[in-house]
């Protein structure tokens, strides 16, 4: 059972576009909703991550934006850079539980 | 702290053959987890463990997969006997229960072929 939906699949977005990646939820108790980064070789790495109690988070280039009455929230990512080209994976895990569900990722490429 | 570290990184074995994964997680972290992940079904949750104590291992496809985390600072996953369809990379990763924030802090993961 796919808890998180993840979209796009992959995206190629050009130099200094936004890249935006959009995912849905349908477990209500899900709480805490972090985005992993992954770069090739590599094993994920935490982002980014937003509460429910709040719409939006910014970090640099990188911005959550939160729906939670649509249970849907995205990775937009400004002024992106080749150096983002990586696969994002959304996730979500409900208060008080370490336990991560990932969405199935998005492979993002920035071409120059 | 040098990270979760995982290994072998890289297993070539032959079907039929047992494999065993290491993991030894962040010092003083209390929850660890095995990933597998693979192109067709992405990141998938296998077990993870708190306190050392197995939690949820529903994600354990078969009784041929098995786990064990016999003190704080190592864990192992077993298959056996390997099956080419188990060829994926296989990830460890740990956290830390402080307060309402989770982060998972991945190793760099283990390459498994099976021919």
């Known amino acids: 059972q796919q808890q998180v939906k993840q979209s796009p699949q992959s995206l190629i977005v050009q130099k200094g576009g936004i890249s935006i990646i959009n995912c849905a939820y349908e477990n209500t108790a899900f709480d805490y909703f972090p985005w992993y980064q992954q770069f090739p070789g590599k094993g994920p790495a935490l982002l980014i991550a937003?509460?429910?109690?709040?719409s939006e988070k910014k970090e640099g280039r990188f911005t959550i934006s939160f729906n939670k009455s649509a249970k849907q929230f995205s990775l937009h990512i400004m002024d992106s850079q080749p150096g983002d080209s990586a696969t994002y994976f959304c996730a979500a895990n409900p208060g008080g539980y370490q336990k991560v569900t990932f969405g199935t990722g998005t492979k993002l490429q920035v071409i120059p | 702290d040098a990270g979760v570290i995982q290994s072998p990184r890289h297993e070539v074995t032959e079907m039929g053959q047992e494999v065993t994964l290491r993991c030894k997680p962040i010092s003083g972290h209390d929850y660890l987890f095995w990933y597998r992940q693979t192109m067709m079904r992405g990141l998938e949750l296998l077990i993870y463990?708190?306190?050392?104590?197995?939690?949820?291992d529903s994600g354990m496809p078969e009784d041929r997969f098995s786990a064990k985390m016999p003190n704080a600072s190592f864990s192992t996953l077993k298959i056996q006997p390997s099956e080419p369809r188990d060829s994926a990379v296989y990830f460890c990763?740990?956290?830390?229960?402080?307060?309402?924030?989770?982060?998972?802090?991945f190793g760099q993961g283990t390459r498994l072929t099976v021919v």
């Open positions: 937003i509460r429910p109690d709040v």
């Open positions: 463990f708190n306190n050392n104590v197995p939690i949820d």
């Open positions: 990763a740990s956290s830390f229960a402080r307060g309402r924030n989770t982060e998972a802090f």
